[in-house]
Structure formats: C-alpha cells, structure tokens
C-alpha cells in the first residue's frame, strides 16, 4: 500500500472558482424621467466603477442598478414616496 497522507486521501485538492463577471445590460429607456440628484448620483457612482477598473458599458449598468435600489427608480413625488432601502 502506497504512503499517501491523510490529508491527500480523503479531500479533493481546492479548487480556485474564477471570478466571472455577470453580463449587465445596458441601462435601458430614458433618463429623463430622473432627478438630477439621481443623475448625479448615477455619474459619482459610474466614475468610481471606472476607477476599479470595470468597464465603461457595465459600470453605467451598475450605477443606475444603485440609484433605483437605493431611491426606488425615476422621481417621485413627495406623497407616499417609498422609504429608501438604507
């Protein structure tokens, strides 16, 4: 019987996963029906995607992606507005 450690002969050797980036479409409709808070905001959040090195096409994706989850999509009125996911 051959000499093999306990470790070698009861667990598979780890495996690294590799990191994958989802595909996001691009931000899709107009922008027009956002304030220009939310613009803003979608622009400072786009340019730090940028900086981190993520490209152009799915750094606006995930900005807007950010904007609607944290302000509930497009403007709103004041009455009855959804409280923000904070």
């Known amino acids: 019987m051959a000499a093999v450690s306990y ?40 340019k730090g995607y940028e900086k981190r090195g993520v490209r152009k096409k799915t750094a606006e994706a995930r900005a807007w992606a950010t904007v609607n989850k944290r302000s509930g999509g497009g403007k709103k009125s004041g009455t009855g507005r959804k409280k923000s996911a904070r």
């Open 7 to 46: 470790a070698a002969a009861n667990f598979a050797p780890a495996r690294r996963s590799k990191v994958v980036e989802p595909n996001y479409p691009m931000a899709r409709g107009s922008k027009a029906s956002y304030s220009g808070k939310q613009k803003r905001q979608a622009a400072h959040i786009e």
